[in-house]
């Protein structure tokens, strides 16, 4: 009896590490989503920076306890590229490298995790990267991305959103209104209100933007 308790022991031992480490992944990813959309939406300035210092830590650690999870790379490369996106500078173009290597393994992984993110959050990092010869940049490569996006998920509020931001920057204001006004009435994330509701502000402030070009040029 005991030699048989010792050996169920041993294999309910055995399996538990796996187990444990879907949870931990499922749960470091949920952690990362909350403490992005406050440090993107909530802080700034030092208390911003420290923010996602410890959020690329973090980022780094999930991934490397779940190298095969193209969620947590996917936000590995979110919070690299946002990051990059406050903080400017040559820190700036070595996190976007890192933030597109992390998507790019995510593509290779599963293209379709988190409804195309990849796809959205490379495109965004293409339009937003200077070109050749100080980065990577291309805005051939991010409509290329941000159109896959728009195909898998053409209902989201993130991929509309990001074209509609691709097309402003193309100067294409009455494209640009149509993907904004159809990212605005995107069904809502009840897991992400903090995100919901910063991307609802950056909607709505594209939108002034959009309108006022179009009224200047007469459209």
Not at 123 to 145: H, I, N, Q, R
Not at 172 to 198: C, H, I, M, N, T
Request: without cysteine; aromatic residues 8%.
């Amino acid at each position: 009896m005991q030699v048989r308790r010792m050996i169920t022991l041993f294999f309910a031992l055995a399996m538990l590490p796996a187990a444990l480490l879907a949870e931990t992944g499922d749960s470091s990813l949920a952690l990362l989503q909350r403490d992005w959309a406050t440090a993107n939406y909530q802080l700034s300035g030092d208390a911003q920076a420290a923010a996602f210092d410890a959020l690329v830590e973090r980022a780094d650690a999930a991934v490397a306890d779940n190298p095969e999870s193209a969620e947590l790379l996917i936000w590995n490369g979110i919070i690299k590229s946002s990051y990059a996106g406050t903080k400017g500078g040559l820190g700036a173009l070595s996190l976007a490298k890192a933030a597109r290597a992390s998507l790019e393994k995510a593509l290779e992984i599963d293209a379709t995790a988190l409804d195309g993110s990849a796809y959205t959050s490379l495109g965004t990092l293409y339009s937003k990267v200077p070109g050749w010869p100080v980065g990577f940049g291309s805005d051939k490569k991010a409509e290329e991305l941000l159109e896959k996006a728009l195909e898998i998920n053409p209902d989201g509020i993130d991929p509309n959103y990001f074209y509609a931001d691709y097309l402003l920057q193309k100067k294409q204001f009455e494209e640009a209104e149509k993907y904004l006004l159809k990212a605005q009435s995107a069904p809502p994330r009840p897991d992400r209100p903090v995100a919901d509701a910063g991307r609802k502000e950056e909607i709505h402030a594209a939108l002034s933007v959009t309108r006022k070009k179009l009224q200047q040029s007469g459209s």
